[in-house]
């Protein structure tokens, strides 16, 4: 298949991108490099430095008729999302009505949409939280992907066009950037690695922090292979379905630098307790068993795993970047 990935240089983007070039797919990347990076860009995949909100994005998609539109790009952060409204907007939905206007008209069979099981329920009281909870975005963000997801069952009805949602729950591996609430795990393994003590936010009530549900990167990724020929105009949840106190989630990191990396202090073990920041969920965590059915999707990594398996990739990219250092 042809698939135009949006946002193919950035942390999840980029990993999807590297599945479907190993699975024999041709693929293209969309992105304006707002905080991709150009390391993570697979050199098999044909490279497009171009904003989603632009005349440009329509020519591409007029021009490549790919089969498949994968539209990872976005505005990613909650809070900058309630300091300009506006751009988020303009990022995550104008941009998507441009894709979506230029792949019914480029005869596009089908788009996979990314939109957020961690942020679109609010403060749900069913935990794991299923699709067919209602939906209450409390911020621009989450407000912007459930619009999102409205306008392509609207595409759907409208024009025929193909969808799958995937509401991804937290994501966390290797070529995760250590900001933004979702980057949590490269920011503590990001302070960690400087030997600063690690921040956890919580409520007084809860000493243990915030209860989110956390998915490796690779498991996401073999979810948007499967998304290519199934899940066709529906909407999933990809996560664990586990919950995760941030101290369980910062112990696992711990345990797991200490072991590749014994020169890590002993007395960073402690992280300092900050209180709630505004707006900040207590629990997040997502039922996938509709995806177990309708894709034939579990995940497969477990966070003791996946935590291993990032802390062994940031050490070698640490290692690279010492190297180099030392031949300049
Ligand atoms: N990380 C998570 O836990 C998580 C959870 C739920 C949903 N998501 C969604 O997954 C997607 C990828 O997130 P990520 O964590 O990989 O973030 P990321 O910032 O690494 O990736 C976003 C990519 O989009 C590109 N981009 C941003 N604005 C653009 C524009 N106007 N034109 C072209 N390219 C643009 C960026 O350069 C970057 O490469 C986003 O849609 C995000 O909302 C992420």
């Given amino acids: ?33 707002s905080s991709g990076k150009p390391e993570n860009i697979n050199p098999k995949a ?38 300009d409204p506006i751009f988020d907007a303009g990022v995550n939905i104008i941009g998507l009505l441009y894709i979506l206007e230029a792949a019914r008209n480029a005869g596009v069979k089908k788009v996979i949409f990314v939109s957020s099981g961690g942020t679109i329920y609010g403060d749900a009281d069913k935990l794991p939280t299923p699709e067919t909870y209602p939906a209450r975005p ?15 069952r609207f595409y759907g009805k409208q024009y025929g066009l193909d969808y799958t949602v995937l509401r991804y729950a937290n994501i966390y591996g290797p070529r995760q950037v250590p900001y933004a609430e979702a980057g949590v795990a490269a920011i503590f393994m990001d302070r960690l690695l400087s030997k600063k003590p690690c921040r956890l936010n919580r409520y007084p009530e809860e000493p243990r922090g915030m209860v989110r549900d956390y998915c490796y990167i690779g498991d996401v990724a073999r979810a948007n292979i499967l998304a290519l020929t199934k899940g066709t105009n529906e909407i ?30 002993d007395e960073l073990k402690a992280p300092q307790m900050m209180p709630a920041r505004p707006g900040d969920m207590k629990m997040g965590c997502i039922d996938s068993r509709k995806a ?33 250092g030392e031949n300049r």
């Avoid at 949840?237 to 014994?262: C, H, Q, V, W």
């Avoid at 177990?292 to 940031?314: N, Q, Y």
């Fill in 236 to 265: 999933l949840n990809i996560g664990t379905g586990i919950g995760t106190y941030t101290i369980d989630l910062f112990n696992a990191i711990f345990e797991s630098l200490k072991r590749n990396f014994p020169e890590l202090p």
């Fill in 46 to 83: 044909k490279f497009y430095r171009i904003d989603i909100r632009s005349e440009e994005i329509r020519r591409l998609i007029a021009s490549s008729m790919p089969d498949v539109i994968n539209h990872h790009a976005a505005q990613i952060s909650v809070p900058a999302s309630v300091g």
């Fill in 138 to 152: 409390v911020s621009p963000y989450a407000i912007g992907k459930y619009t999102g997801e409205n306008y392509l």
């Fill in 292 to 324: 177990e059915k309708t894709l034939g999707w579990r995940p497969e990594v477990d966070l003791k795993t996946g935590i291993e398996l990032t802390v062994k990739w940031r050490l070698a990219v640490n290692g690279k970047k010492a190297t180099k």
């Fill in 1 to 33: 298949m042809k698939i135009l990935v949006t946002g193919g240089a950035g942390f999840i983007g980029s990993n999807v991108v590297d599945a479907y070039i190993n699975a024999g797919h041709e693929v293209l990347i969309a992105d304006n490099l």
